[in-house]
């Protein structure tokens, strides 16, 4: 079993759709989770970043953060065409080493 | 503010020739430097890590190196490209904050072996 499970997609919505994006682990010593977004041909850039459990807002965005599921979530209200790219949940244990633990990230299409 | 920078864009090399990829990082000092290989399908996989100049930890043995000669410059390296050395190569730089960090991409260098 690999220790971040990601659904690779593609997953299409329309315009002004609330999109959910989900990830599960099966290491629980991950305290620290991130989701980064990834356009085709570039890098990856972070859009969150959450410590434990709970829930995290920015404008658009909400990381959700489930431990005893060994679940996180990525929420997008208003999705616009722009948000089309590829999703990455990122987690590690945060006291032992630097290595993140990737998923393969889920494809979004928002169409207009 | 931070930037990183990664040349070249793209690649493209015959298997058995040698390798220089570059990084740099702008607007931060002792930064945490990363260099990640992404193949299709295969999701991002950490190659190298650097905490500081000349300290390299290898975390997947390959065919591939790494140097750091200053403290925002990270080199990826190699002396024969395989064919399955081909894929995405991304550098990141990190500001250890306690036991936190976050990492930041840079745009990435395309490399195809022929």
């Known amino acids: 079993q690999k220790e971040v499970e990601q659904d690779p997609g593609p997953l299409s919505v329309p315009e002004g759709a609330i999109v959910s994006l989900n990830c599960t682990y099966s290491?629980?010593?991950?305290?620290?989770f991130m989701w980064y977004r990834q356009y085709s041909r570039k890098g990856p850039e972070l859009l969150m970043y959450?410590?434990?459990?709970g829930n995290k807002e920015d404008g658009r965005f909400t990381a959700q953060v489930d431990k005893s599921s060994k679940y996180i979530s990525l929420f997008i209200r208003d999705s616009q065409p722009s948000d089309s790219a590829t999703y990455l949940c990122?987690?590690?244990?945060?006291?032992?080493?630097?290595?993140?633990?990737f998923g393969k990230g889920t494809s979004l299409l928002v169409t207009p | 503010s931070q930037t990183i920078h990664q040349w070249p864009a793209t690649l493209v090399q015959p298997v058995g020739s040698p390798l220089s990829l570059e990084c740099t990082v702008e607007g931060t000092s002792n930064p945490n430097l990363y260099w990640y290989r992404q193949a299709a399908g295969r999701g991002l996989q950490l190659l190298f890590y650097s905490v500081g100049i000349g300290q390299i930890s290898s975390e997947v043995p390959q065919n591939l190196s790494a140097s750091r000669p200053q403290d925002r410059q990270f080199i990826l390296s190699s002396k024969k490209l395989l064919l399955s050395d081909s894929g995405f190569y991304l550098c990141?730089?990190?500001?250890?904050?306690?036991?936190?960090?976050?990492?930041?991409f840079g745009p990435g260098t395309r490399l195809l072996v022929l």
């Open positions: 990122a987690m590690r244990v945060t006291n032992s080493g630097y290595a993140l633990n």
């Open positions: 290491n629980s010593a991950f305290q620290y």
């Open positions: 959450t410590y434990s459990s």
């Open positions: 990141a730089w990190g500001k250890p904050r306690g036991k936190q960090e976050t990492q930041y």
